[in-house]
Each structure stands twice: as structure tokens, then as C-alpha cells.
């Protein structure tokens, strides 16, 4: 079993940043990989970033390329999502998920994921 908690978010204005962090409690959390996705208000949970258990993988949607950086420090069995050039867009509910993705393309996947933080809260104003 591994759990999973989620801080650092909170409001911050467009053009701001935010380093979300996701401590992590339990067995083997270096063996997994970890995921990040978000959910806002009637949407679905969407896919953020993901990094492979060593780190030598990341994986980003679209929207957050070239402005979030997601990294890991095993030894302290964390895993952070910086966040720069927030957009009101990019508000949502952040969740953190570890889990044994077996190909590239499962890193993208929410299923793909089988424990899960509780979340929090983006809130980017204009």
C-alpha cells in the first residue's frame, strides 16, 4: 500500500507559479511511478504529467509543456509538479497517483494508475 498527500497549492495570480508536492507513505513508493492529473468543476480528470520511477521518463500533456516540470527525490519519497506561467485554465482539483505503467503510452492513462492522494486545490485568478 502507498498514500499519498498533496500540498502547495492554493490562489495565485495568471502569469504566477505554484510547486505542488506529493509525499508519499508506504512500501517500495521508488518502484512506482507517479502521475498527476486534474479535475475541474464538470469536467473529467485529465491528464498533467508523469514521471517514471527512476526519472529518467516524463511525460506532459499538451497544455502544460513548456510551462510545468514534474521531478522526483526518492531518497525523501516525494515527487514535486513545479508550475510556472499558471492560466486561469489550469485551475482545477490536483491529484498525485503512483503506479506501474508498462509502456510509454500508459503514462497518460488514469487506469493506468492504482493509489491515489485526495487532491487539492489550483485556483489561478485573472
Known amino acids: 500500500q502507498v498514500q499519498l498527500v498533496e500540498s502547495g497549492g492554493g490562489l495565485v495570480q495568471a502569469g504566477g507559479s505554484l510547486r505542488l508536492s506529493c509525499a508519499a507513505s508506504?512500501?517500495?513508493?521508488?518502484?512506482?511511478?507517479v502521475g498527476w492529473f486534474r479535475q475541474a468543476p464538470g469536467k473529467e480528470r485529465d491528464f498533467v504529467a508523469s514521471?517514471?520511477?527512476?526519472?529518467?521518463?516524463?511525460y506532459y500533456a499538451d497544455s502544460v509543456e513548456d510551462r510545468f516540470t514534474i521531478s522526483r527525490d526518492n531518497a525523501n519519497n516525494t515527487v514535486y509538479l513545479q508550475m510556472n506561467n499558471l492560466k486561469p485554465e489550469d485551475t482545477a482539483v490536483y491529484h498525485c497517483?503512483?503506479?506501474?505503467?508498462?509502456?510509454?503510452?500508459?503514462?497518460?492513462?488514469?487506469?493506468?494508475?492504482?493509489?491515489w492522494g485526495q487532491g487539492i486545490q489550483v485556483t489561478v485568478s485573472s
Open positions: 497517483a503512483a503506479g506501474d505503467p508498462t509502456y510509454s503510452n500508459d503514462y497518460y492513462y488514469a487506469r493506468k494508475y492504482d493509489y
Open positions: 514521471i517514471s520511477w527512476s526519472g529518467s521518463h516524463t
Open positions: 508506504g512500501r517500495s513508493f521508488s518502484a512506482y511511478a
